[in-house]
């Protein structure tokens, strides 16, 4: 059983209360109750973090890679040890299945251990002047990556733990300093992988952790000089806020989506019903990376539906307490806002296969058949249990709703035909397009993309480390 706590913040290796006397009640989304309380800090407690960040990070980048793997490999281990005690933090606090909450722990650290062995394995090249004409040979470039400095990480409340450690580490091993910034409702998660880190050493200042009002702190961080990268991970209207006030500040931002899972005639339709269903439903939709529509081809529409409906109906739904796969809405707000896409499809001609009930944040599964275009449910982002289901004639017109939404994160293709994927996939402007699986981001190397409102850069471990360093050149003129 929590206890409710008012959970500090961290600048330079310190557990602070902020001098604004002000907290943030943080509201559990299934217990309907305050279960602790964050600093709400000022914007001069922001100037100090990142001053301190700045301080740590001239004599990390002065560090070997060796010793930073050693802070970040003890790091690993303490979220290991901890992992009961984070996962039970993320459950309350985010409404997410305890053993999901562990595994999500778990899956941190071993992010973490990758991206050290990767960043001790990346190497700069050379190269010689004499291969463009004209170059002497006396000329030689080495390339070699250098940190830019300190890293604004901001990170969702899906995945309190892993998608803030997705880029401090690399941050770290790139031999920066790290702002970390959690979504308001994950900041205790925060707080506790926050406490991991402090167990394993790391020198004071390199990692500060801010909590606070968006309205307060938000545009102040973003817009703050003494920030050198921003690394993102959030709703796409947040992304295109932070990328306008960012100016020339390279960003990285990870937003939404609306996945496509398209089934064509000659697909497996069990199997495929069972990824769409997985990739839908899993933390009821709360998933930049969930299926958010599926395209079927009429001629296999109605059986996939009887599929679709018969696994819907399997979901269990309730507490994550009990591992329901269905859980509460992170707020009251995005229920509602779901059931508004409901309410509108259903007004619009579409039939209701399954679910549309609702107890206050808690949306049942709900399946939508024959959606139409002019439903918003067709291209909204509802983050949340409702999977509508849009009867296309060909692959083309498959490819051409998919491809007309705004956002463009990843795609299912499901069918036996490998010629017929690709053709498929090649066509799909999204980051990835998955063949015959669920659309998901990892395994956590593979490079995760969104291209048009889902994002911009590329994170995945070797891309997240390029990301927060930048090349830097030394010419030698050596003597003829
Ligand atoms: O919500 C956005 C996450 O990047 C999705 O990650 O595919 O592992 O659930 P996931």
Known sequence: MLTLSTYKYYANGEWKESESGQTIDIVSPYLDEVIGKVQAITKKEVDEAIRFAHEAQKEWAETSLQQRA?????????????QEEIAEIIMKEVGKGRKDAQK??????????YTIEEALHMH?????????PGGAASKVAITQRVPLGVVLAVAPFNYPVNLAAAKVAPALMAGNAVIFKPATQ??????????????AGLPKGLVNLVTGRGAVIGDYLVEHEGINMISFTGGTNTGVHLAEKAKMIPLVLELGGKDPGIVCEDADLHEAALQIISGAFSYSGQRCTAIKRVLVHENVADELVTLL??????????????????????????A?????????????????VTGNKREQNLIY????????????????????????????????EAIHIANKSEFGLQASVFTKDINRAFAIANKID??????????????????????????MGVQGIRKSLESMTREKVLVLNLAD
Do not use: C
């Open 430 to 455: 999204t980051g990835s397009v998955q063949i015959n699986g669920r659309t998901e981001r990892g395994p956590d190397h593979f490079p995760f993309i969104g291209v048009k409102g889902s994002g």
């Open 309 to 334: 409906k018969a696994e819907v109906e399997k979901l269990s739904v309730g507490s994550p307490e009990q591992e329901s796969t269905i859980v509460p809405l992170i707020d009251n707000d995005s």
């Open 124 to 132: 700069g090249e050379s190269m010689r002047g004499d291969s463009f």
């Open 70 to 82: 050693a802070y970040l490999y003890k790091w690993a281990d303490e979220l290991v040890n901890m």
């Open 336 to 352: 509602s806002f779901v059931q508004g896409l409901i309410y509108d499809a259903i007004q619009k001609g579409a039939t209701v």
């Open 104 to 113: 999500e722990v778990v899956r941190t650290a071993d992010f973490i251990r």
């Open 365 to 396: 599964p709900t399946l939508l058949d024959h959606v139409t275009g002019n439903m918003h449910v067709a291209w909204k982002e509802p983050f949340g249990p409702v999977l509508p289901i849009i009867r296309v004639k060909s692959d083309e």
């Open 186 to 199: 994950g900041s205790i998660s925060g707080v506790k992988m926050i406490e991991a880190l402090d167990k």
